[in-house]
């Protein structure tokens, strides 16, 4: 099974390295550790995380009840809030959020550990299977008027351009007014893979290996990030 995901914000830095430690000792990933809510923000809409430990102050503009409900309008991440204050209205803010938990500090590890598991599972049995026949093919708005249907297995990438995203097939580009975290949210196929900060690709579809460049069909590549090369590789059936 794969490691649970998560983003720790914390703007305290011994506090954020003893949860980055303690996690990292089981089975958890940290993507990274973060101290203010803007940076949260950009993180998510580039490698969002399975879930995030959000400190209730930090040290941005932004809160972290206010940066939970920023998120909660792009997507639906589980947060459990960990926070030095017990007053009710503070409670009564982030409870609004809808977090999977609130830890008071100071808190034990196993504590931390047992809301991060029992959180996951709980985002993970509340996920309905796809409902649609359709599941080999996806349809795409390519204007105001028309949709048009793609079979995934057709698709080589996705790539990130900014605010939009390119949907790159064997024969043709799609440029879709959403970024590719959005678009990606609305696949419902396993095949498709996080390489780099900018790329999604079709598994199924590469064709070849050099460095940190991956071959999809003829004429295309892209570039895996060193941080998850190790993880494309397994995935691949490399045999050395």
Not at 74 to 103: C, H
Not at 134 to 150: A, G, T
């Amino acid at each position: 099974m794969d490691k649970i995901r998560v983003l720790i914000v914390e703007d305290e830095l011994l506090v954020a390295q003893d949860l980055k430690f303690t996690l990292e000792e089981h089975r958890f990933d940290v993507i990274d550790v973060l101290d203010t809510g803007e940076a949260v923000l950009r993180k998510i809409d580039d490698d969002a995380p399975d879930l995030i430990l959000m400190d209730v102050h930090l040290a941005g503009e932004l809160d972290g009840i206010e940066t939970a409900r920023k998120i909660a309008e792009k997507t639906e991440i589980p947060i459990i809030y960990l926070s030095d204050y017990t007053d009710q209205t503070t409670f009564k803010r982030a409870k609004s959020t809808f977090p999977a938990t609130y830890l008071s500090k100071p808190f034990k590890p196993g504590d931390v550990l047992r809301s991060l598991e029992l959180a996951f599972l709980n985002v993970s049995k509340t996920k309905k299977p796809s409902a649609s026949k359709l599941s080999d093919r996806v349809f795409i708005r390519i204007d105001n008027k028309e949709s048009k249907m793609i079979f995934y297995k057709e698709i080589l990438y996705l790539e990130a351009d900014r605010a939009y995203c390119n949907i790159v097939t064997k024969n043709k580009q799609y440029t879709l007014s959403n970024n590719m975290r959005k678009v990606f949210d609305q696949f419902d196929n396993p095949d498709f893979i996080k390489i780099h900060r900018s790329y999604i690709v079709n598994i199924d579809n590469i064709t070849g290996v050099e460095g940190n460049i991956l071959k999809m069909g003829e004429g295309h590549s892209v570039q895996m990030s060193p941080k998850n090369r190790e993880m494309v590789l397994n995935k691949l059936n490399l045999i050395k």
